[in-house]
């Protein structure tokens, strides 16, 4: 059972380039989640996703956009990746209620 | 603007200590859950507390939930190096928004 996975793993970039990262669940769960991780700082949500078909920014979605392709499927875009932006990037799902939320295991991206 | 401030933020200890890490916030949470994050993955829920006042037992880790649902405690007796990451608190509101504390690290030496 692959629970949630997040390609790709490790990115470098360049200031200004453009990258998307992808995300995919396979437990058939409601919502979906973008956070990124910076040291000290704990977890951040960047964009959620209730359902299907609906998108909701969270703490800190400046600089990113996100689709939610269909109901597996939840991807995060840099338009013009800033060093800001370095960062370890998490994307989670759940069913709803009080279920918790299903972690991947993070795509580590450095820009320069 | 961090909703949930937890303490320590890091915590190095002997094996066989006792531990409590605090997670704190002057907003009231609908719930709030307890994660383990170790290095290179993505947290791994620990519980869930829902009640005021709720108390939970994970073997030797114990969560509690304060009465005003503002506030939430995790005890570990007697650490092991195993216990060893970071732990990570995070609460809701309503809705399907979570706001996560900025955690604590802990380290059990053997």
């Known amino acids: 059972n692959a629970g949630v996975t997040q390609t790709p793993k490790f990115q470098v970039l360049k200031t200004g380039q453009s990258m998307t990262l992808q995300c995919a669940q396979d437990?058939?769960?409601?919502?979906m989640y973008w956070y990124r991780q910076d040291p000290g700082m704990g977890l951040r949500l960047i964009y959620y996703?209730?359902?299907?078909?609906?998108?909701d920014k969270g703490e800190v979605p400046n600089g990113y956009n996100v689709s939610r392709l269909n109901k597996r499927e939840f991807s995060l875009r840099l338009e013009s990746a800033a060093p800001s932006q370095t960062s370890v990037y998490f994307c989670a799902s759940r069913e709803g209620g009080f279920q918790p939320q299903h972690f991947g295991d993070g795509t580590r991206l450095s820009i320069l | 603007t961090q909703l949930l401030e937890q303490s320590p933020q890091f915590l190095s200890i002997q094996e066989g200590e006792n531990l409590t890490v605090y997670c704190n916030s002057s907003?009231?949470?609908?719930?709030l859950q307890w994660y383990r994050q170790e290095p290179g993955e993505g947290p791994v829920l620990l519980v869930t507390v829902v009640t005021g006042g709720e108390v939970k037992k994970l073997k030797r880790l114990t969560f509690q939930f304060g009465d005003a649902r503002k506030d939430s405690s995790l005890h570990i007796t007697a650490a092991q190096p195993g216990d060893t990451g970071l732990y990570l608190c995070?609460?809701?509101?309503?809705?399907?928004?979570?706001?996560f504390g900025t955690g604590t690290s802990l380290t059990v030496i053997p």
């Open positions: 996703s209730a359902s299907e078909g609906t998108t």
């Open positions: 995070a609460g809701r509101y309503t809705g399907n928004q979570f706001y």
């Open positions: 907003s009231v949470f609908s719930s």
């Open positions: 437990m058939n769960h409601n919502s």
